[in-house]
């Protein structure tokens, strides 16, 4: 199974890949099963789920301060602005899974390493993005993953694509899965597959369709 665990939709506000354009992204890049990750918002992946040519996990990309925590197999949105600690427990309390995207990348909404430690510490994190298509460093990809195997966690990549052309960009080849359980053990044998893509975002007159639920 070919796995994209982080990517956005017109309901990210800073995306405006329609459900059109994201059908037709998916299977263009033969994913298998994409997570849906939008900023603060689930109602796009709750729409979409029986709509798209490839299985669909709900997730939220979620504002923690000054970074982000991403979370899987979501049943309801889970509101922005709480500590950290409680958002990664709210999390865990719909019986999903807290995933870390892009960390130690300076140039994105990172937790700090202290953040990072204080969720593990806590034993709050079931996996670390190990590669994120937008990061450009090899280092910073290297560091998250090393951090990922020293501290016993499934490692993740994602597109985190904003744009159709991104999705696919980074995956991860593991065993099929039913629920949460059986993803993360899937997960832990998986392999990392991905390259950096970040392409601009060409500027064309176009209309997004009205959200009737922006969350």
Known sequence: MRVDMHSHTMWSGDCTTTPEELVGALTASAIDV????????????????????????????????KGEIIGLFLTERIAPGMPLLDSARAIRDQGGLVYIPHPFDPMRNCLSPAEIDELVAADLVDAMEAFNAKTSLSSLQ?????????????????????????????????????????????????????????????????????????A
């Open 34 to 65: 994409v997570c849906l990750t939008d900023h603060n918002a689930t109602a796009g992946a709750e729409r979409l789920r029986d709509e798209l040519p490839c299985r669909v996990i709900v997730g939220e990309e979620l504002r923690v301060g």
């Open 142 to 214: 290297k560091q998250a993953a090393d951090f990922a195997d020293a501290n016993g966690l499934a490692k993740g990549a994602g597109s985190d694509a904003h744009v159709p052309d991104a999705f696919g960009a980074a995956y991860v080849e593991m065993p099929d899965f039913e629920g949460p359980t059986e993803f993360l053990a899937a997960l832990a044998e998986g392999r990392v597959v991905g390259h950096h893509s970040d392409p601009a975002r060409p500027w064309t007159p176009r209309i997004i369709p009205s959200l009737d639920d922006p």
